[in-house]
């Protein structure tokens, strides 16, 4: 399973989109029913959810052993 859809939560959590999702003029994010998508334009979601723009990638990890 995958995490929460950021649309439509009972209780307002912080949200984060990867600044990269802003070259697409539309992106598709869970529509809070297991299987449904919708389209959507990324700034219109920030907009929408208050959202915090990102760069949220990490590379090269080295983990300890």
Do not use: H, K, M, W
């Not at 700034?43 to 052993?65: K, P, R």
Request: proline letters at 6%; glycine letters at 10%; charged letters at 10%.
């Amino acid at each position: 399973r995958g995490g929460c859809t950021p649309i439509g939560l009972t209780t307002p959590f912080p949200t984060f989109i990867r600044s990269a999702c802003l070259q697409f003029d539309t992106i598709y994010i869970g529509a809070g029913v297991r299987g449904l998508q919708i389209a959507i334009n990324p700034n219109a979601l920030i907009e929408f959810i208050g959202a915090s723009v990102q760069d949220i990638i990490v590379q090269n990890v080295v983990q300890d052993e």
